[in-house]
């Protein structure tokens, strides 16, 4: 079945560092792409998006690209701050029945 | 604005005791809810999901059930709780249909520790 899968945590950087965060997915059609964060004792928010192939989601410094021929959409960011400790999850959307498929999060950690 | 209220925020219940976990959204009709499990240490782990009123999708077996008596309304149950339950609950929802990129949008969530 349809399937996210995120490299293991916890990443811990120092401040400025750069960061990639990888994910790859498993799914029939042309799901739409999603990066989550959650901040230390809240919900998710939505981070970035892409919804078809070769798109480029951006927030905060953060990128992805959605990569059909790899199904990859790997996060990074260029340099890394304290604030950005968090856990970052990567998410599909099927198209069919709209059911969204999370991996298991990343715990990112940043030092100071 | 749309806007998603999920209650109670945090609750402590004893093994085999009842649950309900509500969750309303507010701005918008017919969306698309969900219910997820975040365990300790662990990800999301979708338990429900409904596109529509009495349409409830059941992912993970389980002693847990939903409901959706209202268009906007979302309610998590169980009769007997275990304490496998225990963890922290979200509520999310997006708008229906097949719009490319139709983002999902999270309540604040509910911790629930079973004893």
């Known amino acids: 079945g349809d399937s996210v899968t995120q490299m293991e945590g916890p990443v811990t950087l120092s401040e400025e560092a750069f960061l990639t965060i990888n994910c790859t997915y498993t799914?029939?059609?042309?799901?739409?792409l999603f990066w989550y964060v959650q901040y230390p004792g809240e919900g998710l928010q939505l981070l970035l998006k892409?919804?078809?192939?070769?798109d480029k989601g951006s927030n905060k410094g953060f990128e992805a690209t959605y990569r059909k021929e790899t199904t990859s959409f790997h996060l990074e960011k260029g340099s890394v701050q304290v604030s950005d400790s968090a856990v970052y999850f990567c998410?599909?959307?099927?198209?069919?029945?709209?059911?969204?498929?999370f991996g298991k999060g990343t715990r990112l950690h940043i030092l100071p | 604005s749309q806007t998603i209220h999920q209650w109670p925020a945090t609750l402590v219940q004893p093994v085999g005791s009842p649950l309900s976990l509500e969750c309303t959204v507010e701005?918008?009709?017919?969306?698309?809810l969900y219910w997820y499990r975040q365990a300790a240490g662990r990800g999301l782990q979708l338990l429900f999901y409904?596109?529509?009123?009495?349409?409830i999708s059941s992912e993970v077996p389980q002693n847990l059930s939903a409901s959706r008596p209202q268009d906007r309304q979302f309610i998590l149950s169980s009769k007997k709780l275990l304490l496998s339950d225990s963890g922290f609950y979200l509520c999310?929802?997006?708008?229906?249909?097949?719009?490319?990129?139709?983002?999902?949008?999270f309540g604040e969530g509910s911790w629930l520790t079973v004893v």
């Open positions: 999310a929802w997006s708008e229906s249909g097949w719009v490319s990129g139709n983002t999902i949008y």
């Open positions: 799914a029939t059609g042309y799901p739409s």
């Open positions: 892409a919804t078809k192939a070769d």
């Open positions: 998410a599909l959307r099927r198209g069919r029945d709209d059911k969204i498929i």
């Open positions: 701005g918008t009709s017919n969306p698309n």
């Open positions: 409904s596109v529509g009123i009495g349409q």
